[in-house]
């Protein structure tokens, strides 16, 4: 357990509303990431952080925004849901003493 | 670009066998290899390697590192249901260059252990 929450842990939402995911971590890690799995494809890095206020996009970015406004949280924004981002969504802090990434629970987004 | 190729992607199984699960890389600025495993939920950390030829070991699983040849193999002895689950190899390139320490996945080996 690497002390991250996500939340929500399940959401259903229709084409073109907006929708934010959450990701809490409770041991002030300075790195963490967002991912989305889909069958066939594995883990796909979306955004990740470095810092407050410091982030940068990964190799599926197009559709999503992220801010980190202090430590802890690190927040997803999909500003108009497609059925395409339909998926899991995980987060993920990467701990410096065993430089390893540790994943939070996942939410489950469906856009109908 | 950097790449991670995973290979079986699935592999059905009797409980007792033994299964080498290989994970071959490109990457800039290696940094490490590491496994995870996913049952239905979140991944779940197995082993790091960062250098060549040095077996990592837990029970039954074990792990090394070609850094060399550019792979790794997961061996997992003695199977059992329970190690029923998806297998994920990932490399992480260093902080040089600007990568930031990210992980790039392959698409994982969905391992069936049958009793």
């Known amino acids: 357990d690497a002390g991250i929450t996500q939340s929500p842990r399940h959401k259903v939402t229709e084409t073109g509303t907006p929708v934010t995911l959450r990701c809490h971590q409770t041991e002030n890690h300075r790195y963490m990431y967002w991912y989305r799995q889909d069958p066939g494809h594995g883990l796909r890095l979306i955004h990740y952080?470095?810092?407050?206020?410091?982030?940068d996009k990964g190799e599926v970015s197009d559709g999503y925004s992220v801010s980190r406004s202090k430590t802890e949280d690190f927040l997803l924004t999909l500003e108009s849901a497609t059925s395409s981002q339909t998926s899991v969504y995980f987060c993920?802090?990467?701990?410096?003493?065993?430089?390893?990434?540790?994943f939070g629970p996942g939410t489950r987004l469906t856009v109908l | 670009e950097d790449k991670v190729v995973q290979s079986p992607l699935s592999l059905v199984v009797h409980e007792g066998d033994t299964v080498t699960l290989n994970c071959s890389y490109e990457?800039?600025?290696?940094?490490?290899l590491l496994w995870y495993k996913q049952e239905k939920k979140a991944p779940t950390f197995l082993f790091m390697l960062t250098s060549s030829g040095i077996e990592k070991k837990s029970g039954r699983l074990s792990s090394i590192l070609d850094k060399k040849e550019l792979f790794s193999i997961l061996n997992i002895t003695a199977t059992q249901t329970g190690d029923s689950a998806i297998y994920l190899c990932?490399?992480?390139?260093?902080?040089?260059?600007?990568?930031?320490?990210?992980?790039?996945f392959g698409k994982g080996t969905l391992l069936t252990v049958n009793p």
């Open positions: 990932a490399v992480e390139g260093g902080y040089s260059g600007g990568s930031n320490y990210k992980l790039t």
């Open positions: 952080s470095y810092g407050v206020k410091d982030t």
């Open positions: 990457v800039t600025n290696f940094r490490s």
């Open positions: 993920a802090i990467r701990r410096g003493g065993t430089d390893t990434q540790y």
